[in-house]
Nanobody, 124 residues
Framework: QVQLVESGGGLVQAGGSLRLSCAAS????????MGWFRQAPGKEREFVAA????????YYTDSVKGRFTISRDNAKNTVTLQMNSLKPEDTAIYYC?????????????????WGQGTQVTVSS
């Protein structure tokens, strides 16, 4: 089992920045791809970003490319999502997840463990 706890969400004005953190426990995340997903009110959960376990290669959904950066520290068992130039449409609950495989994945079905989520609200 991998337990994941997100932090760093909050209220920010459009154009601002937030840094989300995900602390893992139970197992080392070095064996798993890690990802961030989000769910806005009335919408399905969607992929945001992912990083593979070994080489840290990353993958982003088009709407956040150039604005968000995912990074991981396997030694500290943490994953972060740096979010810049935030837009109102980024408002959602953001979830950290650990994949069943060591690769970056965009399909939520490839993820076995999920955090409880952290709210991000971007005002216009």
């Amino acid at each position: 089992q991998v337990q994941l706890v997100e932090s760093g969400g909050g209220l920010v004005q459009a154009g601002g920045s937030l840094r989300l953190s995900c602390a893992a426990s139970g197992r080392t995340i070095s064996n798993y791809g890690m990802g961030w997903f989000r769910q806005a009110p009335g919408k399905e959960r969607e992929f945001v970003a992912a990083a593979s376990s070994s080489d840290g290669r990353t993958y982003y959904t088009d709407s956040v490319k150039g604005r968000f950066t995912i990074s991981r520290d396997n030694a500290k068992n943490t994953v972060t999502l740096q979010m810049n130039s935030l837009k109102p449409e980024d408002t959602a609950i953001y979830y950290c997840a650990a994949a069943k495989v060591p690769y970056r994945r965009s399909n939520s079905n490839d993820y076995a463990w999920w955090g409880q989520g952290t709210q991000v609200t971007v005002s216009s």
